[in-house]
């Protein structure tokens, strides 16, 4: 298999940075303008506003016409339409966004309270504060409060970490790699409610999880199952992935980005260094196009699926983390490689077309459930607005 060697350069990078004149001249231009790529993406949506039925139910993924397949508030996904509302509605300023995430929200309706897994941040986070984000709006804050209080109730000191799923019986606490996302809802309600223990969970969580859930190159398993009594780990397998011993691309995505909104909430060196390993392999692992593969160690690799949404994914947090890595290199390295990522999502290979909704194409959501197999999927539209939205405010503090 041959890497996308480009990536090679940039981590690389660093060997041939001079002066900040100099290191100034070697960031990486977006192929795509992002205001045009605003408007694409406002125009794919325009058309979800217009067709979508008047129904409780939420975008999750596409069906072959282009129409939406719809699901109910309570699965994991539902947070994320809102999102992506709110998203468009932040960088364009219209207020037809704003007027449609509100009506978005209603149909999460007490979905705060719901503390079956641990989804309770993708749902609330995603939706409801990015609308306190984008708005300032107070009324807010109490269902994202309650969602933490409800996510809270979900740890047990014995393993030190949340539970992610209640409806696998073959495993007595699984916790899975995703479930570092949801630690940023923890981090807020702590901030927001004086609720100390909420943040020292959310720390808790990170510890364990950086200690048992990555291997020696810090590549990462997709589910640990910890033992109820003891607390020690029992297994260490995948759900989604190839392999319990292969490398699942969204996975290493939600490791890269969880350990960097930890290591921005906590200022901890250790989870910073956490996030930069888990970066760096998912860089070096890329194919020739940028986009990874379902999993990196998929057997059929080149004739295997591609996940668009790890991509998007990972490129949102590679910005985040340029901006908290000290060094002038490694900020460089990292803005450059999720500009590349997005310069490589930004192309007609991957961006949907009208009568096809949303905005990005070829994700796959669980391929060993033969589930959402090289599919347009909601959540890679979000963290794509979302690293849109990050780029275009970098490119605002260096103008």
Request: hydrophobic fraction near 40%; charge should be negative.
């Amino acid at each position: 298999m041959k890497y996308f060697t480009f990536f090679l350069i940039l981590l690389l990078a660093g060997s041939c940075a001079g002066p900040a004149g100099e290191a100034d001249s070697q960031v990486l231009k977006p192929s795509f303008d992002p205001d045009s790529l605003t408007e694409f993406a406002a125009q794919q949506y325009a058309k979800t506003l217009e067709t979508l039925p008047d129904t409780n139910r939420i975008p999750r993924n596409a069906h072959p016409d282009g129409t939406w397949n719809l699901v109910k508030k309570g699965s994991w996904v539902s947070g994320f339409y809102p999102g992506v509302l709110w998203h468009l509605y932040a960088l364009t300023g219209d207020e037809q966004w704003k007027t449609a995430g509100e009506a978005a929200l209603l149909k999460l309706d007490s979905v705060q309270f719901f503390d079956y897994d641990h989804d309770i941040g993708f749902r609330i986070f995603n939706s409801f504060g990015s609308a306190l984000r984008f708005t300032k709006d107070s009324s807010y804050v109490p269902v994202i409060t309650d969602a933490g209080r409800t996510l809270k109730t979900r740890y047990r000191p014995v393993t030190g970490v949340i539970r992610s799923w209640d409806w696998h019986d073959q495993w007595q606490y699984p916790v899975i790699i995703d479930n570092m996302m949801n630690l940023e809802l923890l981090f807020w309600a702590a901030k927001h409610t004086g609720d100390e223990e909420m943040r020292k969970i959310a720390v808790s969580h990170a510890e364990h999880t950086m200690e048992h859930h990555f291997r020696d190159d810090y590549s990462t398993y997709h589910v640990l199952d910890y033992d109820t009594l003891s607390g020690a780990v029992r297994e260490k397998v995948t759900f989604q992935g190839y392999a319990d011993s292969s490398m699942w691309a969204r996975g290493q995505a939600w490791a890269i980005y969880g350990f960097t909104l930890t290591a921005r909430e906590t200022g901890r060196e250790d989870f910073l260094k956490q996030a930069m390993g888990a970066a760096d392999i998912f860089l070096t692992k890329l194919p020739e196009d940028g986009v990874p593969y379902w999993d990196f160690d998929a057997p059929g690799i080149p004739n295997e699926p591609k996940d668009a949404s790890a991509a998007a994914i990972a490129a949102s947090a590679l910005l985040e983390l340029s901006q908290l890595v000290e060094g002038s290199d490694d900020q460089i390295r990292y803005r450059n490689a999720a500009v590349a990522l997005l310069n490589a999502l930004a192309t007609p290979e991957y961006l949907a077309r009208l009568p096809q909704q949303g905005i990005l194409l070829h994700s796959t959501g669980h391929k060993p459930g033969n589930s959402e197999i090289d599919e347009h999927i909601i959540y890679a539209d979000y963290y794509f607005l979302e690293a849109l939205l990050r780029l275009k405010d970098l490119q605002k503090q260096t103008e």
